[in-house]
């Protein structure tokens, strides 16, 4: 699995016009599977997405967790986290799970996410067009692959 989280002020996703998601301050994460990965990268990826330090203390360092914040999470399924871009100018997306297998994981990661924040958690449609809007604050992105733990 790969992520980019983003600190946002606020986020949201658009499906057919309709606001289906939306936060204040928190995480925007955009997760990509592949069909190597299982319910260990999923675990292993939320836990450290909840306990990741990106918001400042009181001295204006990034030392405190979106736990300790109070932040919320917004989460997208983004296939193209996985585009293959080294030969031609057309990424390739052959690495990114098919849905039969993508859904499941994403759907466990929605619950686990939960359970680790000890909240819900927002999220978009899976395989959705879906129009994304954020304000990252920072700005602070950080991307994590399962596989390395990178």
Same mark, same amino acid.
């Given at each position: 699995?790969? =992520?980019?989280?983003?600190? *946002?002020?606020?986020? #949201?996703?658009? *499906?057919?016009?309709?606001?289906?998601?939306?936060?204040?301050?928190? @995480?925007? +994460?955009? +997760?990509?599977? +592949?069909?190597? /990965?299982?319910?260990? /990268?999923?675990?292993?990826?939320?836990?450290?997405? =909840?306990?990741?330090?990106?918001?400042?203390?009181?001295?204006?360092?990034?030392?405190?967790?979106?736990?300790? *914040?109070?932040? %919320?999470?917004? $989460?997208?399924?983004?296939?193209? $986290?996985?585009?293959? !871009? &080294? &030969?031609?100018?057309?990424? #390739?997306?052959?690495?990114?799970?098919?849905?039969?297998?993508?859904?499941?994981?994403?759907?466990?990661?929605?619950?686990?996410?939960? @359970?680790? $924040?000890? %909240? %819900?958690?927002?999220?978009?449609?899976?395989?959705?067009?879906? &129009? +994304?809007?954020?304000?990252?604050?920072?700005? =602070? !992105?950080? !991307?994590? /692959? %399962?596989?390395?733990?990178?």
């Amino acid at each position: 699995m790969r =992520v980019v989280i983003q600190r *946002v002020v606020e986020a #949201s996703v658009t *499906v057919e016009g309709a606001v289906i998601g939306q936060i204040q301050q928190g @995480l925007m +994460v955009l +997760v990509g599977i +592949v069909n190597e /990965d299982d319910k260990t /990268d999923m675990e292993w990826l939320s836990n450290k997405i =909840v306990n990741m330090r990106l918001f400042e203390d009181e001295a204006g360092i990034m030392n405190k967790s979106l736990l300790e *914040v109070g932040g %919320s999470i917004l $989460l997208v399924s983004q296939f193209t $986290l996985h585009a293959y !871009t &080294k &030969k031609g100018n057309r990424p #390739s997306y052959i690495t990114a799970a098919k849905p039969d297998m993508a859904i499941p994981l994403y759907e466990q990661m929605i619950q686990q996410l939960e @359970l680790n $924040l000890g %909240s %819900s958690i927002q999220t978009g449609k899976f395989g959705a067009d879906m &129009k +994304v809007a954020l304000i990252n604050d920072g700005p =602070v !992105t950080i !991307t994590i /692959d %399962s596989k390395n733990k990178e």
